[in-house]
């Protein structure tokens, strides 16, 4: 969690890379960070490490607490 956002992910070491993210940003930007890449970054590392994620944010006003709060449940 941050303050009002929620997040949750759930990893599975598997062997096989697979990724479902279900994040939504309001803004196209968190200061030089695109919004869009917060699902990217989350693909690649599923990719790159082999492991199955699944990310969902629950609830959240503020882009930059949703974004905190998924970087932080996937952590």
Do not use: I, M, Y
């Not at 599975?12 to 279900?22: C, I, M, T």
């Not at 970054?41 to 607490?65: I, T």
Request: glycine share 4%.
């Amino acid at each position: 969690p941050l303050d009002e956002s929620l997040a949750r992910a759930v990893v599975d070491l598997v062997g096989r890379p697979w990724a479902e993210v279900q994040v939504d940003f309001a803004a196209p930007r968190l200061g030089a960070l695109a919004t869009e890449n917060v699902a990217h970054f989350v693909r690649s590392l599923a990719s790159s490490a082999r492991l199955c994620v699944h990310l969902d944010l629950v609830r959240g006003a503020n882009d930059h607490h949703r974004a905190e709060a998924c970087f932080k449940a996937l952590a």
